[in-house]
């Protein structure tokens, strides 16, 4: 069977050029067949309010309420899942495992990371459910990609400890995100070393794509234009910005004034522009996108909101200003998620039929039901696109089910059956049914 490089090698091709080729489909190169599934986690932090946040009645899905109103769009393409709870316990306070056992559903380690209560706590005992999935598409010849994942983040500490980071390749193996775009466009598209010395990928590669244009289809000929037109506009974004920081101090467990974080809303457009290329190359299947930590104390500024996110979430119930604002916080996450889902629903699917959306799977979660209680019950999930093989539309309730068990469900979506994730005992049943 011929490779990659050995089609490059016979068109006398750079290897530079493989990561616009991945995904033609009239090279034969992705050497995939049949539906290209993906899985998108996305995380914010501290919470949200239950009462503008959940529909009120389980079944079809009316009016959202305002926390998930900019998804009204895609209203027929999500579920929301209330009453999946984080059972997990042991080591650690809640905010730390709410992070660090949302996505590997197995205990803390004991560790002298000190919380605002409870015992310390070390990293997770387990793997975390995007690298399991992940692991089970790079075995199989058929789904194996570039990368078995990527990383995106927003703002998140540089500083390792449990409350910043979600995934894990295995116990003690906690992943750090990429939160810097120049990092993440050099780790996709080439060896870029040094922000100050950014030269054009497409300089040196630009021969050898007009070679390839000759030998594929209309349809990929778009795809490659489309490629390389995101690429010089990236690169044009990185040069604009290369003298601005992207460094952050790290946010503290204890509620105080922070850093104005006025970039995010850029970064969070350029990392999910870049997702959404990274899913059209083929380059990966699995990506996670990380705003902020847990804990986070993000100043969203943009929405004229003074308060850190984590501050405000400790005000009570009966704050109604802390509660709005609370609300107006969570629904700029959900048009980030909007966003991702627009651009996924805009792009066709490479290759295949219908858009990207058609076959991906977003899932929005939090480590948190609600912020200023810190419960572990009725954590937000909700999940948007088609890679759920389900009715869509609609508003699930549980009664106190193991996130566990969905997390089951999303091995199960993707192809890798297992019986058991994380925590056994909180496995009975095996997959949350979402019907």
């Known amino acids: 069977m011929t490779t990659r490089r050995d089609f490059l090698k016979h068109l006398g091709l750079s290897v530079a050029a493989l990561p616009f080729l991945g995904n033609l489909s009239s090279l034969a190169l992705a050497g995939t067949a049949g539906?290209?599934?993906?899985?998108?986690?996305?995380?914010?932090?501290?919470?949200?309010?239950?009462?503008?946040?959940?529909?009120?009645?389980?079944g079809a899905l009316g009016e959202l309420k305002p926390s998930l109103a900019p998804l009204a769009p895609f209203k027929d393409r999500m579920l929301t899942l209330h009453g999946v709870c984080d059972k997990i316990r042991g080591d650690g306070d809640n905010h730390m495992r709410g992070i660090g056992c949302l996505l590997t559903g197995s205990e803390l380690f004991p560790g002298n990371i000190q919380g605002g209560s409870h015992t310390p706590a070390g990293w997770s005992s387990g793997i975390s459910i995007d690298q399991e999935i992940a692991r089970a598409l790079q075995a199989r010849e058929e789904t194996r990609t570039r990368f078995g994942s990527l990383e995106f983040g927003v703002v998140v500490p540089d500083r390792a400890d449990t409350w910043t980071?979600?995934?894990?390749?295995?116990?003690?193996?906690?992943?750090?995100?990429?939160?810097?775009?120049?990092?993440?466009?050099?780790?996709?598209?080439?060896?870029?070393?040094?922000?100050?010395?950014?030269?054009?990928?497409?300089?040196?590669?630009?021969?050898?794509?007009?070679?390839?244009?000759?030998?594929?289809?209309?349809?990929?000929?778009?795809?490659?234009?489309?490629?390389?037109?995101?690429?010089?506009?990236?690169?044009?974004?990185?040069?604009?910005?290369?003298?601005?920081?992207?460094?952050?101090?790290?946010?503290?467990l204890e509620p105080g004034v922070r850093e104005d974080?006025?970039?995010?809303?850029?970064?969070?457009?350029?990392?999910?522009?870049?997702?959404?290329h990274s899913f059209q190359a083929d380059f990966t299947r699995v990506a996670s996108l990380q705003f902020t930590n847990s804990v986070?104390?993000?100043?969203?500024?943009?929405?004229?909101?003074?308060?850190?996110?984590?501050?405000?979430?400790?005000?009570?119930?009966?704050?109604?200003?802390?509660?709005?604002?609370?609300?107006k916080i969570n629904a700029w996450y959900c048009e980030q998620l909007a966003y991702l889902a627009k651009r996924l629903a805009e792009t066709p699917e490479p290759g295949g039929e219908g858009s990207m959306l058609d076959n991906t799977l977003i899932v929005w979660t939090n480590e948190l039901g609600k912020g200023n209680s810190h419960t572990l019950d009725n954590i937000p999930w909700v999940c948007l696109g088609g890679g759920l093989n389900v009715e869509m539309g609609r508003a699930l309730k549980f009664k106190s089910e193991p996130h566990n068990r969905l997390l089951l469900t999303l091995a199960h979506t993707m192809g890798h059956e297992i019986d058991r994730f994380g925590n056994a005992d909180y496995c009975g049943g095996g997959p949350l049914v979402l019907s």
Not at 297 to 310: F, G, N, P, V, Y
Request: net charge negative.
């Open 261 to 276: 974080n006025d970039n995010i809303p850029k970064l969070s457009k350029m990392q999910i522009d870049l997702m959404v």
């Open 165 to 252: 980071r979600m995934c894990y390749a295995g116990p003690n193996q906690p992943i750090a995100p990429i939160d810097d775009p120049y990092q993440m466009f050099a780790k996709l598209y080439g060896q870029l070393q040094d922000r100050a010395k950014l030269t054009s990928v497409l300089d040196d590669v630009q021969a050898d794509l007009a070679k390839v244009r000759s030998f594929v289809s209309a349809q990929d000929r778009q795809l490659l234009d489309e490629q390389t037109t995101f690429v010089r506009e990236m690169e044009q974004q990185l040069s604009a910005t290369q003298n601005t920081s992207l460094n952050h101090p790290v946010p503290e």
């Open 296 to 327: 986070g104390q993000a100043r969203m500024k943009w929405l004229e909101i003074d308060e850190t996110h984590h501050t405000l979430s400790h005000e009570p119930d009966s704050n109604e200003d802390a509660q709005a604002k609370l609300t």
């Open 35 to 58: 539906r290209k599934q993906r899985l998108v986690i996305m995380f914010s932090p501290n919470g949200v309010v239950p009462t503008t946040f959940w529909p009120d009645e389980a």
